[in-house]
């Protein structure tokens, strides 16, 4: 008998494991992307980082935590948790937010030139709080610095002016997801195709009919995996979405 304590939902442990792993994501996008310059990580919508994490987690990490020790083991929630944080902490540093938010921060007044006469267009007009005013720093930015140094005292107060706006921006995005939910996911059955693979490991149930999935791994593959097909009333209640929907 398993006497180790059920974990359902959002838990401590899982909100940091899932914001370590957003830290890390953060960090490593931006890497990837500024100074390796390989294979995107991440891009907006499209979050093979955090596919990848939840794989490395359902087939690598639970297992071994199981045989160390019961009460390690992360239930479906607890990962789908983790999964949700990653996808989200995926659009931000990437063509999300930061890919486009900076640049648009220094874009025009790098590309200025007497030519097209945007500094007495509407320069004068932006407050000095809103961007970035140092030549030489916003040079850097697009052409290298080569002492490799980041002149925080010209970059951060423009960043933090705009961190309350778009902390509010996605707070109502949140608020629009959470009013709009009931009537995509209990009336129009929308699919969520980035969210099968966590709903997958957090739906109970059996696996029936012809179009049953190719076992892969006992955690990976778990009922809620319907080929396409919208995901069935009844014993397959949304467990996470559904609290954090509550809150």
């Known amino acids: 008998m398993d006497s180790s304590p059920k974990r359902e939902g959002i838990t401590v442990r899982a909100f940091a494991i899932g914001t370590l792993a957003s830290l890390a994501i953060g960090v490593g996008v931006a890497y990837v992307d500024t100074v390796i310059r390989g294979s995107p990580m991440a891009r907006d919508f499209g979050s093979p980082v955090a596919v990848f994490l939840l794989i490395i987690i359902a087939v690598l990490l639970n297992p071994l935590l199981r045989l160390l020790r019961r009460s390690w083991y992360l239930s479906g929630s607890e990962v789908a948790l983790i999964y949700i944080m990653s996808l989200l902490a995926a659009a931000i ?17 790098y590309y200025a030139m007497p030519e097209n006469r945007w500094a007495d267009l509407f320069m004068e007009h932006i407050p000095a709080w809103q961007i970035p005013r140092d030549p030489q720093a916003i040079k850097d930015f697009y052409e290298g610095n080569p002492t490799a140094t980041i002149a925080w005292n010209v970059w951060l107060p423009p960043i933090l002016a705009w961190a309350s706006f778009l902390i509010a921006l996605y707070l109502v995005m949140i ?34 009919g012809p179009a049953a999935p190719v076992p892969l791994h006992p955690v990976l593959d778990r009922p809620g995996h319907h080929h396409g097909k919208p995901p069935p009333r009844g014993p397959c209640p949304y467990t996470l979405i559904d609290q954090i929907s509550s809150l």
Not at 194 to 206: E, F, I, N, T, V
């Open 175 to 208: 608020a629009l997801m959470v009013i709009l939910r009931r009537q995509w996911m209990d009336y129009e059955r929308l699919l969520y195709p980035l969210m099968q693979p966590s709903l997958a490991m957090d739906c109970p149930g059996k696996r029936e």
């Open 93 to 109: 540093p990437s063509m999300g937010l930061t890919s486009f938010f900076v640049p648009f921060l220094s874009g025009a007044q």
